[in-house]
């Protein structure tokens, strides 16, 4: 059985240094530890006028 990925929201801290992905258009960004996510600089996912909502997951670790 999959387990589903944890989505970060525009505001919450990264729990590890990694790559973490939009899941909205796949833009990838290099995280450490404490950063913050953002409104993803490419799709402005995580913004109120971003294709999800702000209160909305937008970016899943992938490695």
């Known amino acids: ?3 589903e990925q944890k989505e970060y929201k525009v ?3 990264a729990e590890k240094d990694g790559q973490y992905q939009c899941v909205v258009c796949g833009h990838v960004m ?3 530890a ?3 996510f953002v409104v993803c600089p ?6 109120e006028g971003g294709p999800k909502g702000p209160d909305e997951g937008v970016w899943v670790f992938i490695g």
Not at 42 to 47: D, H, L, M
């Open 1 to 3: 059985m999959a387990s």
């Open 11 to 13: 505001g919450e801290i």
């Open 30 to 32: 290099d995280l450490k």
């Open 34 to 36: 404490g950063d913050i």
């Open 42 to 47: 490419v799709c402005k996912a995580g913004s």
